[in-house]
């Protein structure tokens, strides 16, 4: 007679963890979290070094702000120029102009202009906006049409329109950006006068509204070429090489031996893939950007902090350069670190660690 085996109650089926629950799901954050406020302290740790290395280099340039002050105010007698010091402090031991400085941009503090008379930073932050409409509006239709132009040239490398792509890539990287503005200004406001070549927005017009909006485009068209001209050349010669790097690569030829569609290996693989160095290159343009922008809206009188800067330095306007090199370096900063995070959108197992993006 057969005895019945004694069997284990098997235990009851439990669905696999949700994608970022569990023990790894935690540990991912935590590590995620820790990566971000290391991340965060080099932040603080760097922006105070540009803020005293930055104020260093400025106070230890040649000429005297008293003296500018004091022809604005129509007289240098040693009186008046005594006087200007003690007032800004500038007849004070540098460490101790430093030390005061530090504190101040602590509390939130950046300051006062000696030529505007105004706090600087309310004198910084509605310079802010048009800047930054400027830089991002240029750096996001410079990606576009960049990417754009080098992917459909790395798709027949030696056609013609990938030769005429190369050779705008060459042209549009060799030209100093003040030189392109100046063409695009004697091109559309002398031959073909069809965009404004000054200024945010039109005085006298009085525009509200959609029309207000339109008048702003119309005023940054030339502007933002000039950017998006250089940028773009940049961004299409990073593209298609790129691309071409990916697509003689061991997994392109297998994802074409299973059977996949050509448009899915080239968009789906190659481009996913080629991505990873043009984010690098958007967060490491942003400084040069902002470069650019102070040249462009000097040339152009867009009212940012690129015009800021040049009219400060014509007047040793030393606060505002401070507070402009702070906002700056902060813009980077954060630039940078968004960077890191979109690092990790594109493909998960990159990290956000010490070491940068690539850990």
Partial sequence: MAVPLNRAKAPAPTLPPARGEGAGGRKGLASLAKAAGFRLFNSVALLLAVVVLNFILIHSAPGDPAEVIAGEMGGSTPEIMAEIRARYGLDQPLPKQIFIYVKSVASGDLGYSYFFNQPVSGLILRRVPPTVLLMVFSLTLAALVGVTLGVISSARPNSPLSHLVTAFSLAGYASPVFWTGLILMLIFGRFWPIFPINGMFDVVGGHKGLAYALDVLRHMALPSLTLILLNAAQFSRLA????????????????????????????????????????????????????????????????????????????????????????????????????????????????????????
């Fill in 240 to 359: 298609r090489a790129s691309m071409l790097e990916n697509l003689s690569m061991d997994y392109i030829r297998t994802a074409r031996a299973k059977g996949l569609s050509e448009t899915r290996v080239f968009l789906g693989h190659a481009l996913r893939n080629a991505l990873m160095p043009i984010v690098t290159m958007a967060g490491l343009q942003f400084g040069p950007l902002l470069a650019g922008a102070v040249v462009v809206e000097t040339v152009f009188g867009w009212p940012g902090l690129g015009r800021l800067v040049f009219d400060s330095i014509l007047r040793r306007d030393y606060p505002v350069l401070l507070g402009i090199l702070l906002i700056s370096a902060t813009m980077v900063i954060v630039a940078n670190l968004l960077t890191d995070i979109l690092y990790r959108v594109i493909d998960p197992r990159v990290g956000v660690g010490r070491g940068g993006p690539a850990q």
